[in-house]
């Protein structure tokens, strides 16, 4: 096989690929996934609760967090933990900050309670005994006192200690009234099942208070003993406040109580703004990298502009595919941006590299393939560090950071993988043209005669 067909076979590798990312981004229809700078969206930081937390616990808490948050729909959530107790939860594209920030903090602490007593809201106020039970006084083993309902229905109740709490739920899901009021209903796993038939038996005819978060959301009477393990929570629920009380349910509570710390709203004009500067950057960066490489290297230039063009394609087509698990940052832009110098780097080591060669008296046709491999050990040290040191970020660091690492990772990668499919064949194939061996064309100026018989090495 001839040098000429290697390197076009290494170019249609390259093409292969390009046709493989762009073919799949068109089929599924890809596009970049933005992240909570580009399009907006809402940032909380929590913090847990408590004289000492434990990391795995912590952890559980995110793991739980992530769960709502994709009920949601939430592309892409970024929630991670920041320190010993803090968590920051990164939710962009929300439409609906409010509805986030309940459903992401929401304990929901599960009781069924036995209703030992109540009393009216007027003979409750009277009885110093019958005062709510507030703070650390509310315990799942004690017994405590709690209103249910408003107004001119409003009641004190005296709760008997928990018999029995989410943990028991199989799952939960919104259901509707004769009326068309929400209500979620409940089914019982096969342990819970079991308790719950005991307790609707042995309590036939009391009030059996479903308590979430130590607010009584409803307190029914047993009429007969449900023994089927399924129920029902009625209150006054708008059909979001169904659907989430659903969701917090079947997903559990959270192992800790987290408490807002602070709260940044992105609107989405603001991310429109700053996805249009990240890219205007990134095409003046472009523009002078391509218009320096024309002026010192002419001819040279011009494959440097193709192969900016073809790295441009690559990450793009990789970013749309990345979409589905991955959101592009600003900080993931000035990586690729970044990048962007590194690979106008190896296209000056391998060009000087070159010039060298064409200055001492050799051609272009023969010091193509032997000035690349000396400029290729360059470029391969060059970018094993670049691709090292954002590793390293990538591995220890957190957020957007994160991101920056990845971004200039693939491009390091595709540094490497074009300066040898792509650089070097194109060159070689060029330098078989008549006029692109003339030192002038590349920038190199007149020649040094070498010694007779050959090229000067």
Same mark, same amino acid.
């Given at each position: $096989?001839?040098?000429?067909?290697?390197?076009?076979?290494?170019?249609?590798?390259?093409?292969?690929?390009?046709?493989?990312?762009?073919?799949?981004?068109?089929?599924?229809?890809?596009?970049?996934?933005?992240?909570?700078?580009?399009?907006?969206?809402?940032?909380?930081?929590?913090?847990?609760?408590?004289?000492?937390?434990?990391?795995?616990?912590?952890?559980?808490?995110?793991?739980?967090?992530? &769960?709502?948050?994709?009920?949601?729909?939430?592309?892409?959530?970024?929630?991670?933990?920041?320190? &010993?107790?803090?968590?920051?939860?990164?939710?962009?594209?929300?439409?609906?900050?409010?509805?986030?920030?309940?459903?992401?903090?929401?304990?929901?602490?599960?009781?069924?309670?036995?209703?030992?007593?109540?009393?009216?809201?007027?003979?409750?106020?009277?009885?110093?005994?019958?005062?709510?039970?507030?703070?650390?006084?509310?315990?799942?083993?004690?017994?405590?006192?709690?209103?249910?309902?408003?107004?001119?229905?409003?009641?004190?109740?005296?709760?008997?200690?928990?018999?029995?709490?989410?943990?028991?739920?199989?799952?939960?899901?919104?259901?509707?009234?004769?009326?068309?009021?929400?209500?979620?209903?409940?089914?019982?796993?096969?342990?819970?099942?079991?308790?719950?038939?005991?307790?609707?038996?042995?309590?036939?005819?009391?009030?059996?208070?479903?308590?979430?978060?130590?607010?009584?959301?409803?307190?029914?009477?047993?009429?007969?003993?449900?023994?089927?393990?399924?129920?029902?929570?009625?209150?006054?629920?708008?059909?979001?406040?169904?659907?989430?009380?659903?969701?917090?349910?079947?997903?559990?509570?959270?192992?800790?109580?987290?408490?807002?710390?602070?709260?940044?709203?992105?609107?989405?004009?603001?991310?429109?703004?700053?996805?249009?500067?990240?890219?205007?950057?990134?095409?003046?960066?472009?523009?002078?990298?391509?218009?320096? $490489?024309?002026?010192?290297?002419?001819?040279?230039?011009?494959?440097?502009?193709?192969?900016?063009?073809?790295? =441009?394609? $690559? $990450?793009?087509?990789?970013?749309?595919?990345?979409?589905?698990?991955?959101?592009?940052?600003?900080? =993931?832009?000035?990586?690729?941006?970044?990048?962007?110098?590194?690979?106008?780097?190896?296209?000056?080591?391998?060009?000087?590299?070159?010039?060298?060669?064409?200055?001492?008296?050799?051609?272009?046709?023969?010091?193509?393939?032997?000035?690349?491999?000396?400029?290729?050990?360059?470029?391969?040290?060059?970018?094993?560090?670049?691709?090292?040191?954002?590793?390293?970020?990538?591995?220890?660091?957190?957020?957007?950071?994160?991101?920056?690492?990845?971004?200039?990772?693939?491009?390091?990668?595709?540094?490497?993988?074009?300066?040898?499919?792509?650089?070097?064949?194109?060159?070689?194939?060029? &330098?078989?043209?008549?006029?692109?061996?003339?030192?002038?064309?590349?920038?190199?100026?007149?020649?040094?005669? =070498?010694?007779?018989?050959?090229?000067?090495?």
């Amino acid at each position: $096989m001839s040098k000429n067909t290697k390197n076009w076979i290494s170019i249609g590798v390259v093409a292969l690929i390009l046709v493989a990312l762009y073919a799949a981004t068109f089929a599924f229809d890809l596009k970049p996934r933005l992240g909570l700078d580009l399009q907006g969206g809402v940032s909380l930081v929590y913090e847990a609760v408590g004289k000492t937390v434990d990391p795995q616990v912590l952890a559980k808490t995110v793991e739980k967090i992530r &769960s709502r948050v994709d009920s949601l729909g939430v592309s892409e959530p970024d929630i991670t933990t920041q320190g &010993s107790r803090n968590l920051i939860v990164q939710l962009p594209g929300i439409s609906d900050p409010e509805r986030a920030k309940a459903l992401v903090g929401q304990t929901a602490q599960l009781q069924f309670r036995l209703v030992q007593e109540s009393k009216n809201e007027a003979d409750a106020k009277k009885d110093p005994a019958w005062a709510e039970t507030t703070g650390e006084a509310l315990k799942p083993d004690a017994v405590i006192v709690l209103p249910l309902g408003e107004g001119k229905d409003k009641a004190y109740l005296k709760l008997g200690p928990t018999l029995l709490t989410g943990d028991a739920l199989k799952k939960a899901q919104v259901a509707f009234d004769n009326d068309g009021t929400p209500k979620v209903a409940f089914e019982m796993n096969s342990e819970g099942a079991g308790k719950f038939k005991d307790i609707t038996t042995n309590n036939k005819d009391k009030q059996l208070a479903i308590v979430l978060d130590y607010k009584v959301e409803s307190a029914p009477n047993i009429n007969e003993p449900i023994t089927d393990g399924s129920g029902e929570i009625t209150g006054k629920f708008t059909d979001k406040e169904a659907k989430d009380l659903a969701i917090v349910l079947n997903i559990g509570a959270l192992p800790v109580e987290l408490k807002l710390l602070t709260e940044q709203d992105v609107s989405a004009s603001l991310g429109k703004d700053s996805l249009d500067k990240a890219l205007l950057a990134g095409v003046i960066g472009l523009i002078i990298v391509a218009l320096y $490489m024309l002026l010192f290297y002419r001819a040279l230039g011009l494959v440097t502009v193709t192969g900016l063009g073809v790295f =441009g394609l $690559m $990450m793009y087509g990789t970013i749309c595919v990345l979409g589905e698990f991955w959101s592009l940052t600003i900080a =993931g832009i000035a990586g690729i941006i970044v990048a962007i110098g590194i690979t106008a780097d190896s296209y000056v080591v391998y060009f000087e590299r070159l010039k060298e060669d064409i200055r001492a008296g050799r051609t272009i046709r023969s010091s193509a393939d032997s000035a690349y491999k000396s400029a290729f050990r360059t470029i391969l040290a060059a970018d094993t560090v670049s691709f090292a040191a954002a590793a390293i970020l990538y591995l220890f660091a957190v957020g957007s950071v994160r991101g920056f690492a990845l971004t200039l990772g693939i491009a390091t990668v595709f540094d490497v993988f074009l300066s040898w499919f792509f650089t070097r064949p194109t060159v070689s194939l060029l &330098s078989n043209l008549k006029v692109f061996n003339k030192p002038w064309i590349v920038g190199a100026g007149s020649t040094v005669e =070498g010694p007779a018989g050959g090229d000067a090495r």
